[in-house]
């Protein structure tokens, strides 16, 4: 994904077929061919009329749509973040079969839910109780301690560092799960690519990313 205007669709990280059983081929020309693409077009064409903005990096649109003009605020926030989601949805997720978290990730999991099995808990809690359309995520604040949050809309929990988000609007799953969206959260868990995860939160550890609080 690029640092600034103008944006372009990143491609799936896989192939379209890459998720079954868990996640449809269809879901996925939906979900990141339109969906995604979408909020891709809608950011870069309120940017193109924004020349000032243009500069702004993908996090500090998600960050600081309140200081800008009222006429494009909501549509930035809503498109902004739905392009940072999405990113980080699709490169999460990973066709092999998911193995567990490993070395300081694990670890922190321990510290901070007690274990796995508590994390998915909670993430799944999180997930199921946002009402309507919105996301839960694991995030870590810039010392590396973890947390679970939830978001409406495409809200994203910057600057806390987002590591791992489940998207849950209905286009996520409606197609191959109609309105179970617990049963999606299952399919969703075992696609987790947790030796990415585990190794990004190596990264954080040690560069600690600016914007977080
Ligand atoms: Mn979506």
Redesign the pocket.
């Known amino acids: 994904m690029e640092t600034h205007y103008p944006f372009t669709l990143p491609p799936l990280p896989y192939g379209y077929d890459a998720l079954l059983p868990e996640l449809d081929e269809r879901t996925l020309h939906f979900?990141h061919d339109k969906?995604f693409n979408t909020y891709v077009e809608n950011l870069n064409g309120l940017l193109e009329k924004n020349p000032d903005y243009q500069d702004w990096t993908l996090e500090e649109l998600v960050m600081k749509w309140a200081e800008l003009p009222e006429e494009i605020r909501q549509g930035i926030r809503n498109n902004a973040g739905g392009v940072y989601n999405?990113d980080l949805y699709f490169r999460t997720m990973a066709p092999t079969p998911a193995t567990s978290p490993s070395g300081a990730l694990e670890q922190a999991i321990h510290r901070d839910f007690g274990g796995l099995s508590e994390l998915k808990s909670a993430m799944k809690t999180a997930a199921l109780g946002q009402f309507g359309s919105g996301w839960a995520w694991l995030v870590s604040d810039g010392d590396g301690r973890l947390s679970v949050q939830k978001t409406p809309n495409q809200d994203a929990p910057l600057p806390l560092i987002p590591l791992l988000p489940v998207?849950v609007?209905e286009?996520?799953y409606y197609l191959g799960y109609q309105n179970r969206r617990g049963d999606y959260f299952e399919s969703w868990w075992r696609l987790v690519d947790w030796p990415q995860l585990s190794e990004t939160y190596e990264n954080l550890l040690k560069n600690h990313p600016v914007y977080a609080k």
């Open positions: 979900h969906h999405h998207d609007w286009h996520a």
